[in-house]
C-alpha cells in the first residue's frame, strides 16, 4: 500500500510542474486591452495564464498595481506616472521599452473647421494634470489660447496668457469627454477613448498631436517586479514584430509602436 501510494504522488508530479503561472493586468479596453487579448495566446505557450483586469478609468489600474491586486497595468504615459506617483506617496515604475504613442485629438460635432469655432466656445478638456497640460499644449500649438511656458506639461487654464477667443473650458475625467461631443464646441480626447466611442482619430479629429510627442504608453509595476520573468515574458511578447504589425494593421496610424 505504502509502495502505491509513492507511486500516486510522484504521478501528480508532472502535472503541477506544467501548471500555468497567472499573471493580472489591468488595462483600459482600446486599445490596451486589445493589445493584451492578442499576446494572450503567446504567453500561453509559455506557462502564463495572462488574466486582463479591463478598467474605465486613470486611477483604478495604478492602485490594483500598488494594493498588489494586479501584477502590472497597461493604460498611462510617464508624465501622467510621475504625476500620480507624487500625488499618491507611490512608487509604481515604468519599464523599458514604452509601447506606443495615442495622439491626443480636438474632435467636434459642431463645427467642420477648426478656424470655424466662434468666440466664447465652450472646450472640454482632461481634468488629470499630465493630460489636461497636455490638451492645453496642443491648443497653444494649434493658436487657439498662448501659454505662459507651452513647455510645461503640468500646464493648467490658469497658465493661459491670452484667449482670444474667450473660450470656456470644462474640465473633465477623460473617459467622459467623448460624451460632451454634443454639448461642446470642442472637446480634447485622448485616443484610447476616442477609439473606445467609435472616433478615428486620423479621420474624425479637427487636429491630432504629431508623432513627436512625449506621451508614450507602458507598462507599469511595483519596483519588486521589475525582474519578475513572468513580467520579463510580458515584455519579450509585447514587443514582438508580431504586435508591431497587430497595432499598424489594427489601428491604421491612429496608433503608433514605438518599440
Known amino acids: 500500500m505504502r509502495k502505491l501510494a509513492l507511486v500516486s504522488a510522484l504521478s501528480l508530479i508532472p502535472f503541477f510542474g506544467l501548471a500555468a503561472e497567472k499573471l493580472t ?15 494572450a495566446p503567446k504567453l ?67 463645427i467642420q473647421n477648426i478656424s470655424d469655432l466662434p468666440d466664447g466656445a465652450k472646450v472640454s478638456i482632461p481634468n488629470d ?22 513647455s510645461n506639461i503640468l500646464s493648467t487654464t490658469f497658465d493661459i496668457v491670452e484667449n482670444p477667443h474667450k473660450l470656456e473650458f470644462v474640465e473633465l475625467e477623460a473617459p467622459m ?11 480634447l480626447i485622448n485616443t484610447n477613448f476616442a477609439l473606445d466611442a ?20 507602458i507598462i507599469v509595476v511595483r519596483p519588486e517586479n521589475e525582474n519578475d520573468p513572468r513580467i520579463k515574458a510580458l515584455m519579450e511578447v509585447i514587443t514582438s514584430d508580431d504586435v508591431r504589425q497587430f497595432i499598424e494593421t489594427k489601428y491604421e496610424g491612429s496608433i503608433v509602436p514605438v518599440f
Open 25 to 39: 493586468v489591468a488595462a483600459t479596453p482600446v486599445p490596451h486591452a486589445e493589445i493584451l487579448e492578442q499576446i
Open 44 to 110: 500561453a505557450e509559455k506557462d502564463i495564464d495572462l488574466n486582463i483586469v479591463v478598467v474605465t478609468d486613470y486611477v483604478l489600474p495604478n492602485m490594483m498595481v500598488d494594493e498588489k491586486e494586479a501584477d502590472a497595468n497597461f493604460f498611462q504615459h510617464t508624465p501622467y506616472l510621475d504625476e500620480f506617483n507624487k500625488n499618491h506617496n507611490i512608487n509604481l515604475v515604468a519599464l523599458t521599452p514604452s509601447i506606443h504613442i495615442e495622439p491626443i485629438a480636438g474632435y467636434s460635432q459642431k
Open 129 to 150: 494634470p499630465s493630460n489636461g497640460g497636455r490638451a492645453l499644449i496642443l491648443l497653444h500649438n494649434e493658436g487657439l489660447i498662448k501659454l505662459k511656458d507651452p
Open 177 to 187: 469627454l467623448a460624451r460632451t461631443l454634443d454639448e461642446v464646441e470642442l472637446a
Open 198 to 217: 467609435g472616433l478615428n482619430p486620423t479621420k474624425d479629429s479637427l487636429f491630432i498631436e504629431g508623432a513627436q510627442s512625449p506621451y508614450t504608453n
